[in-house]
């Protein structure tokens, strides 16, 4: 089982924060034959906003993968290094897991790899590895894309507590299959969403470049999930390009508790700036494992072992 202390929220120090904190990869399963197009029922802009999830996180979590990977020489903490392997083999599962509801989506006739091209085009190559003229600046490039990486933690942090505690999909009748990988998935994101920032402070405690990639980050996930959700919206073959994106929409879905409040995701994203702050002040450990306790994909894959 997997298991994490109580941390103290603002003092203790990164060692003794993931003091016990065992990752295990929950290797799942879903069946997609049955999922309809619009999985959240009558609301097509509601299922393609969440959509975008499945197109950026294939690419963007095996980027995760790679750089950990590449990160694992420098660190000399035995207890942060099985966290990250943990991570890692977490974040491996993940990427395939959305991978599957993308090869669904291009079965009923969406397809999404012209835009899956350019979200592997900013992970591969504009946030991937550069050949640096000595070993300083490639420590120095790779530690960029770990913060890089503690600042989108923060946000899939955010985004797993949101749907832990999103009733409003529930009442809309959101396929259970689809909530169950979305609600496993957000679980699994606050059960390790210290590991990032703890390799990050491992490597480099200082303030300015926690600052410096948020201020990257934030805009950049903005940025791709707007031009996600006007894909999705001109490439679903059942919309014939009439709905349009629009901010009233985005709106009333978000009053529909389908989606998070943009105030709240704002303010989170400043929270990561303050100087004490610590992954482990946002979200429930105990309400994330309460959930994979229960999630019928975990369950199955526990069973299987
Ligand atoms: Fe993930
Ligand atoms: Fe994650």
Known sequence: MPRTTTVPA???PAARVHESLVLEPRDVRFDWARL???WVPDEPMATHILNVLHLLLPEGERWFVKVFKEALPLIRDEQLREEVLGFIGQEAIHAEAHQEVLDHLLGQGLDPRPYVRQVAWVFQRVLGDRPGPTPAKRREALIERVAAIAAIEHYTAFLGNWILNSPGLDRAKADPAMLDLLRWHGAEEVEHRSVAFDLLVHLDPGYVRRVRT??????LLVHLWVRGVRFLLAADPTL?????????????????????????????GLRYLRPGYHPTQEGSSSQALGYLASSPAARAAAVRG
């Open 214 to 219: 948020m201020a990257m980050a934030g805009p």
């Open 36 to 38: 309809p197009l619009h």
């Open 240 to 268: 014939d390009g009439r709905l349009r994106p629009s901010w009233r929409e985005a709106y009333r879905i978000t009053r529909r508790g389908l989606l998070p409040d943009p105030v709240k995701s704002i303010r989170s």
């Open 10 to 12: 603002l003092a203790a």
